[in-house]
């Protein structure tokens, strides 16, 4: 691919917030430093991780949702923070994480946050999905 472009940085996602104040206290809890704009637009950074939302209080997440992939170094250890931050696991089973039970959770005001396990892709990345209260979907991962 030719390099016709200066390298000014990373592409940084702009993701749809239903509740923009809900969005930013989420990852906040997930280790990550918030900032507010305005009442209708923030940002979040970890480390060299920077993701923007715009508020959007029309956003229906069961029908669509904004998709980014994060490279990251240590895919475990992350995964292992954000757990322990309390986001659900899908895998762990109690409760099933089914269509049902992530309405229940949505119509309780939980929102959808979830996170998959990280796992070794045949394509050569090991990852993990983390999906925040919007039901946007956030792949983490590196090269194995």
Excluded at 12 to 21: F, G, K, S
Aim: aromatic fraction near 12%; charge should be negative.
């Amino acid at each position: 691919m030719p390099n016709d472009m200066p390298s000014e940085g990373p592409a940084v996602p702009i993701l749809p917030a239903r509740d923009l104040a809900a969005t930013l206290a989420f990852y906040a809890r997930l280790g990550f430093a918030t900032e507010s704009y305005d009442a209708g637009y923030g940002f979040v950074q970890r480390h060299a991780i920077e993701l923007h939302f715009a508020a959007t209080p029309e956003h229906d997440p069961w029908r669509s949702a904004g998709m980014a992939y994060v490279p990251i170094d240590d895919v475990d250890r992350v995964y292992a923070a954000f757990v322990a931050a309390g986001v659900w696991r899908t895998d762990s089973g109690d409760p099933p994480c089914t269509d049902a039970e992530l309405r229940r959770r949505w119509n309780i005001g939980e929102g959808l946050a979830r996170i998959t396990p990280p796992e070794d892709k045949p394509w050569g990345i090991r990852e993990f999905a983390l999906m925040d209260p919007n039901n946007n979907l956030l792949r983490f991962g590196r090269s194995s």
